[in-house]
């Protein structure tokens, strides 16, 4: 049965949009280190990224953007961002398997899995793949808006970033529904 596994990252990022990524492996490809993305080392989740894509029979990048995270939510946007990857894949997959607790609406059969990105190899690759993407985005990013740091923490609420938010105020990847974005721009009415 042809199997893709789903997730997504930057759901908790105070910035810039939230990257979905689909991947049907070739089962008689093994692909050594593969992990939940989050445990690797970002040279190691690079190299991981192109063998993946390389490799795989089917591989599908998506993304919601801040103005939809900002419009319909973050959990609504990611499952739309999850949605959007699944639907690029170039071969339909019977199932789907989802990290998380919830699925996003799509016509097939899926199951959401939690913690599904620590041992399904399928939802490791869509993890590594979207996060080498999303990375890539924010640092491209932090060319177009210094200061806050966005190559550093990637939009994630350090220390840094909520000092330079403080400093600067938000910019145009900033997501306003955000609480310490919506605090700021309350406190500027």
Same mark, same amino acid.
């Given at each position: ?6 997730? $997504?990252?930057? +759901?908790?990022?105070?910035? %810039? ?14 692909? $050594? ?26 591989? &599908? ?5 801040? $103005? ?8 609504? /946007? ?5 949605? +959007?990857?699944?639907? %690029? ?31 399904? $190899?399928?939802?490791? /690759? /869509? ?5 080498? &993407? ?32 403080? &400093? ?6 900033? +997501?306003? &529904? ?12």
């Amino acid at each position: 049965m042809i199997e893709a596994g789903v997730d $997504e990252v930057g +759901r908790g990022s105070l910035a %810039g949009p939230v990257v979905s990524a689909a991947v049907i492996l070739d089962n008689s490809i093994k692909i $050594e280190g593969l992990n939940d993305s989050k445990k690797l080392t970002e040279k190691k989740r690079q190299k991981l990224s192109k063998k993946i894509k390389e490799s795989a029979i089917a591989w &599908s990048l998506a993304s919601a953007s801040i $103005e939809e995270i900002d419009s319909i939510n973050i959990l609504q /946007a990611s499952l739309l961002s999850m949605k +959007r990857a699944i639907e %690029g894949l170039e071969i339909v997959p019977k199932k789907v398997l989802c990290d998380g607790n919830l699925k996003p609406n799509i016509s097939m059969e899926c199951e959401a899995i939690i913690k599904g990105d620590s041992f399904i $190899e399928s939802i490791m /690759a /869509a993890s590594i793949i979207a996060k080498v &993407s999303r990375d890539e985005s924010m640092k491209d990013l932090d060319l177009l808006y210094p200061g806050y740091g966005f190559k550093e923490h990637k939009g994630y609420p350090t220390k840094f970033h909520l000092d330079a938010l403080e &400093s600067l105020g938000p910019c145009k990847i900033h +997501r306003l &529904s955000f609480g310490p974005v919506k605090k700021l721009i309350s406190l500027d009415s």
